[in-house]
């Protein structure tokens, strides 16, 4: 799906057009490959791979994938999976308003993947029931979507419910295992009290 937009702002500062995925884009399913990549690259969820970070492009322009360079910013066509795109390199990035901008942007409303941006850029930035309420309509729409159960545990912890936090972490496992890396990941954070760096 695309969308016509004119950015401004945080949102327009950042936005790179590269066909790269962070770690919970793909189909919205679970990724069992391991997220830690190497420095300039970030993980693919739908390739399960480690891919080539976006360039950063300067104030006020955007990377033009068909052009493959920085241009100035005016109205183009965007499609939702790069506005996630971008949106997932702001919030590893720790920029977290940024990416709420960036995911709110997605014109497809019910897309679980930007609406677990929301919750992840939320949680992060320490708006925790935000942050929850993002990961519960997420998984409205699609239940087996494992990385925003495995957020949606985490939030729980930083929020001191670990009743909730065991409860998504049983829920991880009838759909994926013990040996899949988002049951692995909140599984130490539960244990530990302190959460993932993904």
């Not at 033009?64 to 390199?89: H, I, M, N, P, T």
């Not at 159960?149 to 001191?160: I, K, M, N, T």
Request: overall charge positive; charged content about 20%; some cysteine.
């Amino acid at each position: 799906m695309k969308t016509k937009i004119i950015l401004s702002g945080l949102a327009g500062t950042a936005l790179m057009m590269f066909p790269v995925q962070a770690f919970s884009l793909g189909g919205g399913g679970s990724s069992v490959s391991t997220p830690n990549c190497k420095t300039g690259y970030v993980y693919h969820s739908s390739r399960k791979k480690c891919v080539r970070k976006p360039p950063v492009c300067k104030r006020g322009h955007v990377y033009s994938k068909k052009k493959r360079k920085c241009v100035r910013k005016y109205s183009e066509l965007f499609q939702d999976s790069d506005l996630k795109v971008q949106g997932w390199a702001l919030a590893y990035a720790g920029n977290y308003q940024a990416a709420i901008e960036m995911f709110k942007l997605v014109s497809n409303k019910k897309d679980e993947e930007a609406l677990n941006g929301l919750g992840y850029s939320h949680r992060k930035s320490g708006q925790f029931d935000k942050g929850i309420n993002f990961y519960k309509l997420a998984l409205s729409i699609n239940p087996n979507y494992i990385l925003a159960r495995e957020y949606l545990g985490e939030g729980f912890v930083a929020s001191g419910r670990l009743d909730l936090a065991n409860n998504q972490l049983a829920e991880i496992k009838n759909r994926c295992g013990v040996s899949c890396i988002e049951y692995i990941k909140l599984a130490q954070v539960i244990k530990t009290g302190s959460s993932s760096n993904w």
